[in-house]
Every structure is written in C-alpha cells, then in structure tokens.
C-alpha cells in the first residue's frame, strides 16, 4: 500500500506570505498526485492535479511540483482566503491515499 | 448545475447497516468513475472505495472491505454505498465524488454516526 506523509502539520502565517507543503509518498507514483483544499464544514475543493496541474478557476498563486515520492504545494503570496487545511492524495493505483493534512493558520 | 448530493447518513447502532446514495447531475454520470471518502470528526480524509464507470471493477480500503459494498445505478445518475456489520470507527462525514485527475467534484456530505 501506498502511504503518504505531510509536512508540516500545522504552518502558521501571514498574508502576503510564500507557504510551502511537501508531501512524500513510501513509494514511487510517478505524478499521480492532487493537493486539495479543505474549510471547516465544507468538502475538499481539488487545487492541483498530476502534481503539477492547475485546476480550472483555481489561482495561479498556487503551483505543485514534484515526481516519484516528493512533491510541494506552493502559495507565493497567502492570501486571507487561503487559510484552511491542505491534504495531498495519491492516484498511482486503483486504491487512492491521503496525506494526513497541513492546517495553514493565521500568525 | 453539475453537483453531487449525498442523502441516508443517521444514527446506527453498531453492527447495523446503511444504505448510503449519491444523486448526480448535468455531466455524464456513466462515463465518469466514482468514489466515497470519508472523514472522521477532526480527522483527515480517507478513501473508502471506488467504482469503475460501468461498475464492472470496485476497489476498497481494507478496513471496510467485506462490510461495505458500492454500487451505481446509470440510469438514475446514481451511486451507492451500503455498509453492513458498522462499527463506532465508521462514524464519519462520507463524500461521494468524481473521479477524473483528482476528485473534481464533490457532494457536501453526509453524516454516519454508529453509536449505542
């Protein structure tokens, strides 16, 4: 099985700030990764998708990157509308993953 | 408008069963591979299963394989979940969603509570 890890768990920052999430995989899954964003009560909302794909009406202030087991989520510059929780979600096979999570909160 | 809606989460008791459904509109329901994820109160999010567009293939996560059985009807533009045998750990918001790079589209969820 597949399993992913995040880092951090939780990233306090600032508007205007520049966030990055990595994301590990224990294996190899090529590019066969999404980044979410999660709001208290809400479903997750897809960011990005094969690693480095950004979904349509999504900013362009965020940008994946990464191969294999490694990958980031990048925001260049957190705006208030960004604070929430970050999974990433692997689709290397037929049996998805996710990440535990990275909660972006407000220094 | 293109939406999921989930309906059928409540309160079980444990070893109870749930008919979960998941009404699709406006895109092309048989066509598009499906899945459930779910969410424990304050947890991530984990992936329960997914089904193939025509439900020939179905995959599960371990711990509910065996218990919980997805399904899709095509031409009521719907999907399924029923769980049998339901434990405490199985209370969570349950998502259906669109598979297509990434989940695309998600419903608002719907909540399972097993409990005495």
């Known amino acids: 099985d597949v399993h992913m890890t995040q880092s951090p768990s939780t990233l306090s920052a600032s508007v205007g700030d520049r966030v990055t999430i990595t994301c590990r995989a224990n294996?190899?899954?090529?590019?066969?990764l999404a980044w979410y964003q999660q709001k208290p009560g809400k479903a997750p909302k897809l960011l990005i998708y094969k690693a480095s794909n950004l979904e349509s009406g999504v900013p362009s202030r965020f940008r994946g990157s990464g191969s294999g087991t490694e990958f980031t989520l990048s925001i260049s510059s957190l705006q208030p509308d960004d604070f929430g929780t970050y999974f990433c979600?692997?689709?290397?096979?037929?049996?998805?993953?996710f990440g535990p999570g990275t909660k972006v909160d407000m220094k | 408008e293109v939406n999921l809606v989930e309906s059928g989460g409540g309160v079980v008791q444990p070893g109870g069963s749930l008919r979960l459904s998941c009404a699709a509109s406006e895109f092309s329901f048989d066509r598009s591979w499906m899945t459930w994820v779910r969410q424990a109160p304050g947890k991530g999010l984990e992936w329960v299963a997914n089904?193939?567009?025509?439900?020939?293939?179905?995959y599960y996560v371990d711990s509910v394989r065996g218990r919980f059985i997805i399904s899709r009807d095509n031409t009521q533009k719907s999907l399924y979940l029923q769980m049998n045998s339901l434990r405490v750990d199985d209370t969570a918001v349950y998502f259906c969603?669109?598979?297509?790079?990434?989940?695309?589209?998600w419903g608002q969820g719907t909540t399972v509570t097993v409990s005495s």
């Open positions: 969603a669109r598979v297509w790079s990434g989940l695309d589209l």
């Open positions: 294996q190899s899954i090529n590019t066969w």
């Open positions: 979600q692997q689709y290397n096979s037929y049996s998805y993953t």
């Open positions: 089904i193939k567009h025509d439900g020939s293939e179905t």
